[in-house]
C-alpha cells in the first residue's frame, strides 16, 4: 500500500504553550498510527515540539512555508537551510492561503520547492480550484495547470519525494467538504497527470492528501477512497480528539 499521511496545518493559531500542550495531548491519543502523522506549526515552535516528535516513530515535524532563496536580505523570511536545520522533515508549500494573501505565483513555488528538496526535506505541494472554476467544470485543468507549473520540472528522483495536497479552495475553512466522490475524481485525475509525466509506478507511489474541512466524522468515508492517501488538516488538527480520530481513519 501506498504511504498514507495525516498532517496537521495549525496555521496562524496557538501561543507557544497552547501548541506544546496540544502536541502533547495528541502524542498520547495517537497510539500506533498505520502511517505518517506529520504536524506544521507555527515557526517559532519548530525545535521545540521537532524535539517532542523525534522520540515517537511515524511523528513528523513540517513547516507551513519557506522562502525560496537560499539565504540573504530577506528580513523577516525564513529559508530551507533553517528549516532543515531545526529539524523540519516536510514543508508545506502552494497553500492557497499563501497563493491568495501573499500572492505566492506558481514560479515562486517551483523555486520553492527546488529549495526545500535541495535541504533533503520533502514538499507537500498544495493545489486546488477556487469556487467559479468548480461550478463551470474546469476544475481538472486548474489543477493539471497548477502542478505541470510547480512540480513537472522535478527529474524523477526528486519527484519520488513529493507529497501532494488536493484542497478545493471552498472547501477550506468553510465547512462544506468535497464529497467522497469529487475528491477521487480530482486524486484520480492527478495519479494520471504524474502517471503520463513519471511513469505508473511513480504515480502509484505519490501520496495525494485531501484537504478541505476535513474532520472526524468525514475522514475515513474520504479516505476510503482508493486514491485517497490521507489528509491535510487545518481546523480539526487543533483538537487533539478529533486530530487523533482522524488519524486513526487512515487507511490500515
Ligand atoms: P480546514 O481543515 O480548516 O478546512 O483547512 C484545510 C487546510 O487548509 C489545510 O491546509
Known sequence: ???????GNWKMNKILEEGLELTRAILEKVEKPSGLVVIAPPYPYLRELGKMLKVRK?????????????????????????????????????????????????????????????????????????????EVDTHVGYVAKQLKASLFHLKEEDFKKVVIAYEPIWAIGTGRTATSLQAQEMHHAIRVLVAKKYGKIVADATPILYGGSCNAQNAADLFSQPDVDGGLIGGASLKAEDFAAIVAAMKK
Open 1 to 7: 500500500m501506498r504511504q498514507q499521511i495525516v498532517a
Open 58 to 134: 511515524h511523528f513528523h515535524l513540517a513547516a507551513q512555508n519557506c522562502h525560496q532563496e537560499e539565504k540573504g536580505a530577506y528580513t523577516g523570511e525564513v529559508s530551507a537551510d533553517m528549516l532543515a536545520s531545526v529539524g523540519c522533515e516536510f514543508v508545506i508549500i502552494g497553500h492557497s492561503e499563501r497563493r491568495q494573501y501573499f500572492k505566492e505565483k506558481n514560479e515562486v513555488l517551483a523555486a520553492k520547492v527546488n529549495v526545500t528538496l535541495a535541504r533533503g526535506m520533502r514538499p507537500i505541494f498544495c493545489c486546488g480550484e477556487p469556487l467559479h472554476i468548480r
